[in-house]
């Protein structure tokens, strides 16, 4: 079945750092591929999404390439802000007729002052 | 709109009875999900529903659970006889009937058994 695999956390950084987030997937088709996150007492939101390879889904300043070849869909920040402190989640949809998520376990990211 | 509604938003509630739970989700949505996420874990997807059919249910979802969406518009899930090992936190999500497009979150109702 499908699955999603993201890195272990917590990640702690300090404000303006690079971040790098992994994000791996075994699909039997052609998924769509997204991040989520969940802000401290808010509810899940989408990020940013990639439906076919070589897309690159981008906003808020987060990127993330849709890698076929690697099976990856690794989100990334040039310079985080304390803002950005919440836990994120890498998703799969199958093209099909439900669109239903498969979620990894999430990350907790947390940028200190 | 102010998008998917939940509630309660917290539950407690004793080993054996049973509880409902509802969802509004953002109007003109036609596709209603319901996931279970537990602590440290992703959002598992329970049941889906297109318009009042419900089309798809995980084998998560026992004989205890049942979920209903019966005009289309808000959708209830209830589960009987509630268990310890059924508190998490139960999120709905809908989205229009588009291919991959983008589900819309409720802020979920924490369910605790004691």
């Known amino acids: 079945g499908d699955s999603v695999t993201q890195m272990e956390g917590p990640v702690t950084l300090s404000e303006e750092a690079f971040l790098t987030i992994n994000c791996t997937y075994t699909?039997?088709?052609?998924?769509?591929l997204f991040w989520y996150v969940q802000y401290p007492g808010e509810g899940l939101q989408l990020l940013l999404k990639?439906?076919?390879?070589?897309d690159k889904g981008s906003n808020k300043g987060f990127e993330a390439t849709y890698r076929k070849e690697t099976t990856s869909f690794h989100l990334e920040k040039g310079s985080v802000q304390v803002s950005d402190s919440a836990v994120y989640f890498c998703?799969?949809?199958?093209?099909?007729?439900?669109?239903?998520?498969?979620f990894g376990k999430g990350i907790t990211l947390s940028v200190r002052p | 709109d102010t998008g998917v509604s939940q509630d309660p938003r917290h539950k407690i509630t004793k080993r054996g009875q049973n509880v409902t739970f509802r969802c509004d989700p953002i109007?003109?949505?036609?596709?209603l999900y319901w996931y279970r996420q537990t602590l440290g874990q992703g959002p598992e997807f329970l049941t889906y529903?297109?318009?009042?059919?419900?089309?798809?249910k995980s084998r998560l979802l026992s004989d205890r659970f049942s979920a209903e969406r019966p005009k289309g518009s808000f959708s209830t899930l209830e589960i009987q006889r509630t268990e310890q090992g059924d508190s998490a936190m139960y999120l709905c999500?809908?989205?229009?009937?588009?291919?991959?497009?983008?589900?819309?979150f409720g802020q979920g109702t924490r369910l605790t058994v004691v």
């Open positions: 109007s003109e949505h036609n596709r």
């Open positions: 529903f297109q318009n009042e059919a419900q089309l798809e």
């Open positions: 999500a809908s989205s229009v009937l588009t291919a991959n497009t983008e589900a819309f």
């Open positions: 699909a039997t088709g052609y998924p769509s």
């Open positions: 998703a799969l949809s199958e093209t099909g007729a439900n669109s239903k998520l498969t």
């Open positions: 990639a439906t076919k390879a070589d």
